[in-house]
Structure formats: C-alpha cells, structure tokens
C-alpha cells in the first residue's frame, strides 16, 4: 500500500442484505457519495471531498458473505492526493465512522452522525447561547496554538501570491 492508503475489517453478526442496506444509507451519513455498487459482488465504491486537512478520499468498500447470519466489511481507502501528509490520519478516522454508522444503522439506533434523534429527548428543550459581542481581530487568535497560526498565516500568504499570478 502507499502512503495514503490504509484498510480495515470489521465482523457483523447481521445478514448480507441488511449489511448492504445499512452501508448504503451510511455512505451519506459520514461524507461519502456512493459512484457505484453491485449488491451481487457486494462491492461498493464511494468518494469524499476535500477538507481542511484532506484533498479527499476514494473507498471501496467490500460486503463479503461468511454464511447466512454473518459477514464482513472491507473498506479499502486511499487519500486522492497521496503525498497529503495532513491527511495521512484521515483514512482510519473515516472507515472508524463508517462501521459506527453501519452498526447504528443494523442495531436500530440513530446515527451518531446526522442531525437530531427522530424522539425528542425528555425535558425541556435547550435554549440558545446568548449572543456574543464580536471580538477584535487580533482576539480572535487568542487562546489557539502558536502553529495553527502560523498555517493561518503561511494560507493567506499563499492566497496572496495565488491572486498576484492569476
């Protein structure tokens, strides 16, 4: 494997057809556009965009059948550009949040991923912050590590050059 790839295995005691259901309706839960899926192999294909520390992600995802009442997923994940060294944690986090949603999915429970539980929770309902006065510029740095920004800074300047040549 190269630098950006990475792959996982994850056992489920649930049947074909509802591991293959369940990985469907997760895909777009966790970030991922499914492009393409074979219920007869049990192959999907998905794609993530581009995010803070990611160029995006490409998954293949294999449903493969033990027996009746088992199988497993196999999420094979390679970073789009794979010299992305910010990225390089991204494919283990995003196969983590797949088998997360895959197993709410399968036990019945909401996805820990999208929105609020379909029951209201017992109670009253949360009131909003109070609104906040707006901070100084330089404020709103406080408190944030020293190399965050430093990237901040190294980002704008490159925003900068990018606009001087365009």
């Known amino acids: 494997m190269a630098l950006g790839d990475a792959a996982t295995e994850q056992h489920l005691p649930f049947p074909y057809d509802r591991v293959f259901d369940a990985l469907i309706a997760a895909l777009p839960e966790t970030g991922f556009a ?4 074979d219920r007869v192999i049990g192959r999907v ?3 993530a965009g581009m995010s803070a520390f990611s160029y995006g992600e490409n998954m293949s995802v ?3 059948r033990i027996d009746d009442q088992s199988c497993v ?16 944690s991204k494919n283990a986090k995003n ?15 909401p996805s ?9 929770p ?3 309902a949360p009131q909003p912050a109070p609104p906040q006065a707006p901070r100084p510029p330089a404020a709103q740095y406080a408190g944030m590590p020293v190399y965050m920004i430093v990237i901040l800074a190294v980002l704008a300047v490159s925003a900068g050059v990018f606009a001087l040549f365009n």
């Open 34 to 37: 499914v492009r393409s899926q």
């Open 45 to 47: 294909t998905a794609s």
């Open 62 to 64: 294999q449903v493969r």
């Open 73 to 88: 997923l196999i999420l094979q994940s390679n970073l789009k550009v794979a010299a992305n060294w910010g990225g390089a």
């Open 95 to 109: 196969a983590e949040r797949i088998i997360s949603a895959v197993s709410a999915r399968l036990q019945g429970l």
């Open 112 to 120: 820990p991923f999208v929105g609020v539980p379909e029951d209201p």
């Open 122 to 124: 017992d109670g009253p």
